[in-house]
């Protein structure tokens, strides 16, 4: 049975950037929340690419979600996976626990990588949303060095020296420009038989340029940049297939095959599994990417009671374009729907306010666009760095990430360059 209508009991689904503000809002008034998630963390995903690239630590960009909400007393969180939705007796149903009854549910279980109908290629170019991602794409690149220095067939080796980035968004931009970073500065000394600094690294995009939510000039000066730091920017041009040491590239009706032991992705999301099961129970509306389709108030059609918010939520700006599936929006989506809840903003619909954007390159290069006033090289860089610092959860956080990015930059050492496994091929070939 629902809870008390005295007593009202708000149920979030997914501790991601629009959970956590969510509950962080209500949890400061009083509300009676449970926050369920399957991990017991939240991370901050816009910093991924620096674990899977040796620059930080999974625990440096991750905070314990109970720990993030103990000092509100009313806010409980438990560790489960969301399997089903019961919209008529209020419920939500999870594959490792008991099912919660909810007053008002806000769903924010977040997205997932897309290969557009080619799921095959998720075994041989992975993707970069979670900690288990990024260590594999550290292990895969890292692995690729290793083994390239004790190769002795010179076509192996330029294979193995060889990465491609699918994906020319600011996923994209930002994990070829730390690939290159790496190769060319951190692990240049390093090695004894092969030269770090010969690698190459290959950013291919299907687009006509890069970072195509920014401005034109703004993509200019980051595929400047990045051609400064030896990375080979590829646009207009499709992936028709991807396997085990290759990549097939295609522009028009020409083809050709790129040899390269590593191939990351970084083209695409599509809602998570969980999106997809309440879109059948609501019989919700969704575009290609699996997005549901919500209320300018963020709830769903026919359930008041149902809110969506974060990369799940098919919002709509001002003037009708769908917003971006990024954290500034999950954020502000999550306080809006609490204050909502609370009673603080009846009748009025969810308005985002861009603060801007960023995105980085590399060492002392970044993208800002801040819409009147956009910049790029040493300034956008110290923006973005101070951004992601204080954009980080906890003060612990920011203090840790903060010490090893001064640390990083004086010595230019990436000191999370850990290999903690072996992939499935190498497992494979040793047996």
Known sequence: MPARAADPHVVILGGGFGGLYAARVLGAAGARVTLADRRNFHLFQPLLYQVATGGLSPGDIASPIRGVLRKYPRAAVIQAEATDLLPDSRQVVFRNGPPLTYDHLIIATGSRTAYFGHDAWREHAPGLKSVEDALDIRQRVLSAFERAETESDEARRAELLTFVVVGGGPTGVELAGAVAELARGTLAREFRVIDPRRARVVLVEAGERLLPALPAVLARNAARSLEHLGVEIQT??????????????????????LSAATVLWAAGVAAGSFGDRVADRLALKRDRGGRVRVHPDLTVPGHPEISVIGDLALAMDAGGNPLPGLAPVAMQEGRYVARRILGRAPDRPFRYVDKGQLAVIGRNRAVADFGRVRFSGFAAWIVWVFVHIMYLIEYDNRVLVMVQWAFSYVTRNRGARLITRSSAREEEAAQ
């Open 236 to 257: 207009g041009v499709m992936v028709s297939d991807i396997s085990g040491g290759a990549v097939t590239l295609g522009a028009g009706d020409a083809t050709h095959t």
